[in-house]
């Protein structure tokens, strides 16, 4: 099999038709959710209004709001069209690059030895059950497929509908991580990094700054560090727990994180907090672009599909998530708590938590 290189940053897939089908599969999913989402939320709607409920009540039960959007019939056709589509990309994309698999290995192997950064896997790092859920139907997940990194990055690559073949969304949100006050940014920690997107950007806005980008799957570090290196990109991954860093109190002037929260079981979001508090050094910065929390009301239609999402999409985490008083929260953990600057993406929260 011939490495068909990359487009700038993306690496292509091993065939043209390969190539050709997973854009078909990127045009689709924009139509679900650019034309086909917004008609189904207008029917669910209009059902609801027809059942006589208050489509602005925050309070409605969601098996309540299930049993009006179940009569229109563009509801489950959208649904069965999201997994779909779904299974498709996730099965081309991985027998692609599987096509191909000793090159991949063999490129990862390559990158492991390259600097100019450092990739420190520890031997003996247990994964935790929780972290195992193949998130997003994605086979292996995060942490047990060899082939994880190329198949997440390519994967997502659908997922953005195209929008982020050069890492353009992770460039805007580097741009719009929010430094500490004093304006000293020395050591940046990427948490919940995957393949290292947005740790790359972050070092092309922070040069003189020491990067890392930390990620409990070890297949997405090792990726991300590969990609890194031979881009010749001066960033640090590690694969570690971040509800453990393995990092000295106080060592960071600021840490990012983009959609990691939303991902762990509610239980663990505590622990995560305290350890991103005990990292940072006072006034060191907290910079998050989340998914939605209990205190911004979601409409009814989003509600919907965020429950369809956890159970057809393998979220099992979110919807606990966005029913948690995630600012309170990070308070609790001992943050100053204020927006932060908005992205693109109107549906993210943007939150700069800095540290007292
Ligand atoms: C949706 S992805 C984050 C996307 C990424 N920040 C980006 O820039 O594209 C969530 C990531 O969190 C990681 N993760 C989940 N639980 C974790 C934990 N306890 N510690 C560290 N990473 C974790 C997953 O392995 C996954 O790579």
């Not at 990359?6 to 997973?22: I, M, N, Q």
């Not at 189904?40 to 098996?63: C, N, T, W, Y």
């Not at 299974?87 to 490129?107: N, P, V």
């Not at 939303?262 to 305290?274: D, G, S």
Request: with cysteine.
């Amino acid at each position: 099999m011939v490495d068909r290189g990359h487009l700038g940053v993306l690496p292509r897939p091993t065939k043209l038709a390969d190539e050709s089908y997973l854009e078909f599969l990127e045009s689709f999913r924009d139509v679900l959710l650019s034309k086909m989402f917004p008609a189904m939320a207008e029917a669910g709607h209009a059902r609801m209004a027809e059942d006589g409920l208050d489509v602005a009540d925050p309070d409605l039960p969601l098996p309540v709001i299930q049993k009006s959007f179940g009569k229109s019939p563009i509801v489950p056709t959208w649904q069965r069209f999201m997994r779909s589509q779904q299974e498709m990309m996730w099965r081309r994309t991985r027998d692609s690059f599987a096509a191909r698999a000793d090159e991949e290995l063999a490129w990862l192997k390559a990158g492991e030895a390259k600097g100019p950064g450092r990739l420190v896997i520890d031997p003996d790092f247990k994964v935790p059950d929780y972290a195992r859920r193949e998130i997003h139907l994605q086979p292996g997940g995060y942490t047990d497929d060899p082939l994880g990194g190329i198949v997440y990055h390519y994967g997502t690559k659908v997922f953005y509908s195209g929008t982020n073949d050069q890492d353009e969304l992770h460039e805007e949100l580097a741009q719009l991580a929010t430094p500490p006050v004093d304006g000293k940014a020395g050591r940046i920690m990427d948490l919940g990094c995957t393949v290292g997107q947005a740790t790359i950007k972050l070092k092309d806005r922070f040069p003189d700054a020491e990067i890392w980008g930390l990620d409990v799957g070890e297949p997405v570090v090792r990726y991300a560090h590969a990609r890194a290196a031979h881009q010749g990109v001066d960033v640090n991954f590690v694969q570690a727990l971040a509800e453990a860093m393995p990092v000295e109190d106080g060592a960071f002037d600021m840490v990012f994180a983009y959609i990691l929260f939303h991902e762990l079981p509610l239980e663990v979001i505590p622990r995560v907090l305290a350890d991103v508090h005990r990292v940072l050094r006072p006034g060191g910065v907290f910079s998050i672009f989340e998914f939605p929390s209990a205190s911004q009301h979601l409409p009814p239609a989003y509600r919907f599909m965020i429950d369809y999402d956890s159970r057809d999409n393998c979220e099992p985490y979110s919807p606990g998530f966005v029913h948690a008083d995630f600012r309170g929260m990070l308070a609790e953990a001992g943050f100053a708590v204020a927006d932060g600057p908005a992205c693109s993406n109107g549906f993210l929260q943007s939150i700069v938590a800095t540290k007292l």
